[in-house]
């Protein structure tokens, strides 16, 4: 089966603090994705990545980042978080071969 | 418009009802289509792909019309345990971007 785990469940921080968020598959899944998930928008592409060091921006990448240095690892950085960034943070992950994709069991985070 | 619309119900149904949902779509390049399931504060899991012919797995039936848009995922005899939102989603050819609906709920009573 596939795995793909996210470092916290539940987050809380402060507006202006730096936020990281981790994501880790154990597929050898070239294709990795974050999503934030807010009551009746639903899944909104943030970015993706479809390879080592390679990223892309997806449809709301506006105050956010990633980082991926290492294929199973995928990292959501918020610079300096703001109220709206309130959110469930999905990550998921996808074989090159498939179109299935995975996800971890999502971070609910609150900004104060 | 959004490219992929769903109703987002709650549909309430009695146990052992059938129950269907439609999902329609803007984009007439759209290749490939699925139905996730979300249980409340959990992550989508994928319950089904959804192929041109059509296709089954136990209770749950997908089928896909390419002429008017839209893909339907039909529930037969629903259980309590099949409570939860059904997201709609669609993929375009040489992308790897999914395109979700933002779901519709469906609680099954007892």
């Known amino acids: 089966d596939v795995k793909v785990t996210q470092s916290s469940r539940y987050l809380v921080k402060r507006t202006g603090e730096k936020v990281f968020l981790e994501c880790v598959q154990d597929?050898?899944?070239?294709?990795m994705f974050w999503y934030r998930q807010d009551p009746g928008l639903g899944l909104r592409l943030i970015y993706f990545?479809?390879?080592?060091?390679?990223?892309e921006k997806g449809d709301i990448p506006e105050g956010y980042s990633v980082s991926r240095e290492k294929k199973e690892r995928f990292s959501l950085i918020l610079e300096s978080a703001s109220t709206n960034q309130t959110s469930m943070y999905l990550c998921?992950?996808?074989?090159?071969?498939?179109?299935?994709?995975?996800f971890g069991p999502g971070t609910r985070l609150l900004v104060l | 418009r959004k490219e992929v619309e769903q109703d987002p119900g709650p549909f309430n149904v009695p146990e052992g009802a059938t129950v269907a949902f439609n999902c329609t779509y803007s984009?007439?390049?759209?290749?490939?289509f699925f139905w996730y399931r979300q249980d409340c504060r959990k992550e989508p899991k994928l319950l089904m792909s959804?192929?041109?012919s059509g296709n089954e797995d136990g209770r749950f039936t997908a089928q896909l019309n390419r002429a008017s848009q839209y893909i339907s995922l039909l529930i037969r005899d629903s259980k309590l345990s099949d409570s939860a939102t059904y997201l709609c989603?669609?993929?375009?050819?040489?992308?790897?971007?999914?395109?979700f609906g933002t779901g519709t709920r469906l609680k099954v009573l007892a």
């Open positions: 989603v669609v993929t375009y050819s040489g992308t790897y971007k999914y395109i």
């Open positions: 597929m050898d899944h070239e294709n």
């Open positions: 990545s479809y390879d080592v060091k390679m990223k």
């Open positions: 984009n007439s390049a759209s290749q490939s």
């Open positions: 998921a992950s996808m074989s090159q071969n498939a179109a299935t994709q995975y």
């Open positions: 959804v192929y041109s």
